[in-house]
């Protein structure tokens, strides 16, 4: 597996990014997620995007972090916040997303980012799975959806 940092709008990323929006309609029935976001939101330092490409060399996986600062909705100063984690159906339970997510963890760490915060939902069990055994915890709602019954929040502090 290779996972490298990619543009937000490379065009695997958004061949990626609208499996995971097709997806996102197919469990909430709502079109995908809403949350406004930029390629800029993913350019180094402020954050990064990346891509797990396999033997033969195709997008499989990917997520990304973008900084967040104390903005009274949630966020707090130092904030990187996880974005568009998906891995593939035919990929799946191989340990990608695990992968994927201590990588991005460690670029955030990097960059000096001292939480990593994200919201997913009650229609994702699997993801939920993933991140409660990852260390993160339930957080304050934070962002787009921070007022819908079904949206969860977690973050782990990312330490040194």
């Known amino acids: 597996m290779n996972i490298r940092p990619v543009a937000f709008d490379h065009p695997d990323a958004v061949k990626l990014n609208d499996e995971v929006q097709a997806e996102y309609h197919e469990r909430y029935g709502d079109g995908g997620?809403?949350?406004?976001?930029?390629?800029?939101?993913?350019?180094?330092?402020?954050?990064?995007?990346?891509i797990a490409y396999d033997e033969l060399d195709r997008p499989v996986?990917?997520?990304?972090?973008?900084?967040?600062?104390?903005?009274?909705?949630?966020?707090?100063?130092?904030?990187?916040?996880?974005?568009?984690?998906f891995v593939i159906r035919e990929m799946r339970g191989r340990g990608l997303a695990r992968r994927m997510l201590t990588a991005?963890?460690?670029?955030?760490?990097?960059?000096?980012?001292?939480?990593?915060?994200?919201?997913t939902g009650t229609e994702q069990p699997?993801?939920?799975?993933?991140?409660?055994?990852?260390?993160y915890a339930p957080c304050a709602k934070f962002g787009y959806y921070r007022a819908y019954e079904n949206s969860r929040c977690y973050a782990k502090p990312l330490g040194s």
């Open 33 to 50: 997620d809403a949350t406004v976001l930029e390629p800029s939101d993913f350019r180094p330092p402020r954050g990064v995007y990346l």
């Open 61 to 85: 996986a990917t997520g990304g972090w973008r900084s967040q600062e104390g903005d009274g909705k949630g966020h707090e100063d130092g904030d990187a916040e996880l974005k568009r984690m």
């Open 104 to 119: 991005l963890e460690e670029d955030a760490r990097a960059a000096g980012r001292v939480r990593m915060v994200l919201e």
């Open 126 to 135: 699997e993801a939920i799975a993933l991140y409660t055994s990852s260390g």
